[in-house]
Structures are given as structure tokens and as C-alpha cells.
């Protein structure tokens, strides 16, 4: 009797054991499934998520562990997290409130700016963005406090400090600092923010402290921007050599490289250095540029806003007592000539929302804005992949340097990450359901609730629930 109500105690305690050992396990049901790849919805499907990856997708029944979280979608759309390739968390509300944009910051501090990038993370999640890509400035603190689960955020991709030449699109000290001569540094330099690099060594030693610092990849200046008051727009900047050093860096540690360039020049010198990632080229206007990107399976990332009208009722991009204004005023004139372009080469192309110094207002307005650009530009079909599973493909070009290796982004596929939104209508119809507003500058969202995305998950976590 002893032995078998011992045996009995072993055995109840295994199956405790083993239910303990059982992992957490959420399943989506009466779902339809956008996977960030087809062009269409999967109707009438259930996908199980155990631990932080997507286990199962069936449209039969999906048996989970017993004290699994069941989420009855009730035939909303279920898709990837949304993925933002190029946004400025240090700087997108810093120095709001002056007339100089990115020259406003040079009197903040650390405190200041870190405050405000934590308050630009969390914008994020509630539209349904569970990943942003960094491309200046932003290393990898914030993350490192957002994934281990201190504060909430998305995933972020970095790139470090900004690398750019003296009187380039990264050299953001005052008149009297230049015109001295003497060494004096911009705050933002001090900061790390930006790293002003003459030379193919200082690039090389620049890049690879970058990646010293935390960097998945590197992202150089090879041309003038619209933000920095010094240089002309079609301003070449960064020798070949130079931006080859940057690739050399880069190269080594199995990851990628990234130039902001508007031009088809300065476009065309960092593909011959072996640039993968093209932030803006706006002003590219020749057929043979967009060839080279074609052939070499570079991507770019357009600041589509650059291309509205309506950013001239911005107070700084409108303001045309500042050098801003006549930039803009050249790269709308190439818009439809650059969707064009695009459209005919089929080149890889990356939703970014690139929106630095504004309030939070302003940046939702301009980012939901975009939305509304792409699906005039590209379809429904190719804003949601670009949102998706393209810029998932972008990511992953980080290669070693990928701070997310165990799963895919932007799909929704076995063995994926679980970042999964749910949407109330089909957003291949419609993209409002995923924030699309019909004006840059019109009414903004409240709060950063996006409402037509009532779940949010990232990496198998609830984050948002309003079902």
C-alpha cells in the first residue's frame, strides 16, 4: 500500500512537472491573415504563438496547452507588426519650439534628449509598429532598457553615431565654431550623436567604434540634406575611398552599410562602394540610377513627405526665410518622375517615416500621412509589403550584427517572430486600418493609439488590448 500511494505521489508529481514545463502558448482564432508576403487574406485561420515565436497557422482547429491565452479575433485581419525603417528617435521631438530644427538641440542636454527619444519610443507600439530602424544618433541604451523589459518600446535596429564630413549634412556647429578653426566641437558631436569624419582612416576608425559601441550597421553622409543650413542639397559628400571605408568596417562584421543621398551622384558613388541601404534619394531623376540599384539589390528608403506639397505648411520646412525651403521647393518638382522611376525598375524600396524635430502631433499627422503617399504611389499591396516583410528583408541585412536572429520579421510564418497586430477591416482595401489619414496637416490622432488596431504583440507579448 506504501509503495503504490508512493508511486501514485511520483506520478502526479511528473505530471505537475510536465504542465509546469508546458510553454506559455497564445492562439489567435477566427482570424484572416495578411502574412506580409501574398496579396491576400487567409479567411477563417488560427495561429498559435508559443513563447515569443508563431508555432502553428491552420485553418482546422489548432489544439493548444491546456491554460493557453485564446483570442478570438473575431474575423479581423491579422498581420506582421508594422516596421519603420528610418525614424530619429533622439531627435524626432528634440528642438521643437525653435526656428532652427536640428540647430535647436545644440542647447539641449542628455537628460533633455533622452527623455524626449524614450517619449518618441513609445509612440510606436500603440499604432501597431513593433520595430524601428535608428539612422542617426541612437545607441543602444534604449534598447537595451526596452528589451529587457524596463521600459516599452519596439524593437530597434541602430546604426550609432551619425558619420558625415566637416561643413556636410552631419556639421551641426554654430557659425563662430567653424570660422575659429580650432577644433570646438557641436554639442550633438560631444553627445555622439553626430562624428564628423575627413579621410578614409577617420571613417574607418569612426565606423568601427560605432560597432564598438553597439551599431548593427553604419549609416555615412554622401550628400547634402534638407535639415543641415551649410550644404547645398546637391552637394557631393564622402570620397568613394571614404565611403569604401565605411564598407570596409561594416564588411568585417557581416553587416551592412547605409548613406543618406539625395542625388543620383552621391546615390551612385555609395553603390560603388558597395552601400546596400539608400536613405531618400528623392532627387534621383536618371534611369541608369535606378538600374544600378536594381542590379546591385540595394534598397532606398524615400522621405516620401519630401515629396508633398503640404510640407510647406510645416513652420520650419515652410518657412522660406530658412535654407530648408528652397530644398523641398527642388525635390517636389522630381516627384512624379521618382514614382515613376521606381515603379518601372521595381527596386527594393523601405517604409520609413523620417520626421525629426516636431511635436507629437506633427509627427503622427506626417507619418500616417505617408501612408496615404505610398497607396497612391504603389498600391495597397506594396505599402503593406513595404511595411512588413520587405522591410523585414532590410533588417536582416544586418546579418551578425542582427541584435534579432531567432526569427523573421514582418511575416507571419512558422517559426516567425510574434509580432503580430490585429486590424479591424482589410487594410489591402483600405489603409486607414492601419493609420493612413487623408491629410499631412489635418486633424492628428489624440494619442498614439492608432484604434483600428485594437491588439498589439511583440515578441509573443500583449502590449495593447482593446477588444
Known amino acids: ?37 501574398d496579396n491576400r487574406l487567409y479567411e477563417g485561420h488560427s495561429v498559435l504563438v508559443e513563447g515569443n515565436l508563431i508555432k502553428s497557422i491552420s485553418a482546422s482547429e489548432i489544439t493548444p496547452n491546456e491554460g493557453a491565452t485564446i483570442i478570438d479575433g473575431g474575423g479581423r485581419t491579422l498581420m506582421p507588426g508594422l516596421i519603420d525603417a528610418h525614424t530619429h528617435l533622439n531627435m524626432q ?13 545644440q542647447n539641449m542636454t542628455w537628460e ?71 577644433g570646438s566641437k557641436s554639442n550633438l558631436e560631444l553627445l555622439g550623436i553626430t562624428k564628423l569624419t575627413d579621410g578614409a582612416d577617420a571613417v574607418l576608425g569612426a565606423s568601427r567604434n560605432n560597432l564598438a559601441g553597439g551599431a548593427d550597421f553604419v549609416k555615412m553622409m554622401s550628400g547634402g540634406g534638407v535639415t543641415s543650413e551649410r550644404d547645398p542639397i546637391e552637394s557631393v559628400q564622402g570620397t568613394i575611398e ?31 562602394a558597395g552601400v546596400v541601404s539608400i536613405e531618400h534619394g528623392n532627387l534621383m531623376a536618371e534611369a541608369e540610377t535606378f538600374e544600378m540599384v536594381k542590379e546591385a539589390d540595394a534598397w532606398v528608403v524615400p522621405a516620401m513627405a519630401a515629396f508633398a506639397e503640404d ?18 521647393q527642388k525635390i517636389i518638382v522630381n516627384a512624379e518622375n521618382w514614382i515613376d522611376l521606381a515603379n518601372k525598375y521595381e527596386i527594393n524600396l523601405g ?38 516583410s520587405d522591410n523585414g528583408r532590410l533588417m536582416a541585412l544586418t546579418g551578425d550584427m542582427n541584435p534579432y536572429p531567432e526569427g523573421k520579421l514582418g511575416v507571419i510564418e512558422v517559426g516567425g517572430y510574434a509580432d503580430i497586430i490585429l486590424v479591424d477591416g482589410n487594410p489591402l482595401e483600405d489603409l486607414s486600418f492601419v493609420g493612413a489619414s487623408a491629410e499631412m496637416f489635418g486633424e492628428s490622432r489624440p494619442s498614439p493609439s492608432v484604434d483600428s488596431i485594437p491588439l498589439v504583440m511583440k515578441n509573443g507579448k500583449i502590449y495593447k488590448n482593446t477588444l
Open 1 to 37: 500500500m506504501i509503495r503504490l500511494i508512493a508511486s501514485l505521489f511520483l506520478l502526479t508529481a511528473s505530471f505537475i512537472a510536465l504542465a509546469q514545463d508546458d510553454p506559455q502558448q497564445t492562439l489567435f482564432t477566427n482570424v484572416n491573415i495578411f502574412n506580409g508576403t
Open 93 to 105: 521631438f528634440g528642438g521643437y519650439g525653435t526656428d532652427r530644427g536640428i540647430q535647436g538641440m
Open 112 to 182: 533633455e534628449i533622452g527623455a524626449l527619444a524614450y517619449e518618441s519610443a513609445r509612440e510606436y507600439l500603440p499604432a501597431g509598429v513593433t520595430t524601428v530602424r535608428d539612422l542617426c544618433g541612437m545607441s543602444q541604451g534604449l534598447r537595451k532598457h526596452i528589451d529587457s523589459g524596463t521600459l516599452e518600446g519596439p524593437r530597434i535596429y541602430t546604426s550609432g553615431t551619425c558619420v558625415g564630413q566637416s561643413s556636410g549634412h552631419g556639421d551641426w556647429r554654430w557659425d563662430p565654431s567653424v570660422l575659429r578653426d580650432d
Open 242 to 272: 571614404e565611403l569604401s571605408a565605411m564598407v570596409t568596417a561594416t564588411s568585417q562584421f557581416g553587416t551592412m552599410s547605409a548613406v543618406h543621398a539625395y542625388h543620383d551622384e552621391s546615390v551612385r558613388n555609395a553603390l560603388m
Open 311 to 328: 510640407i510647406f505648411d510645416h513652420p520650419y520646412y515652410g518657412n522660406p526665410d530658412l535654407p530648408a525651403y528652397a530644398k523641398v
Open 351 to 388: 517604409f520609413g517615416s523620417d520626421s525629426v524635430i516636431t511635436n507629437k502631433e506633427g509627427w503622427r499627422q506626417t507619418r500616417d500621412f505617408q501612408i496615404t503617399q505610398w497607396g497612391r504611389s504603389f498600391g495597397n499591396f506594396r505599402t503593406l509589403k513595404a511595411m512588413t
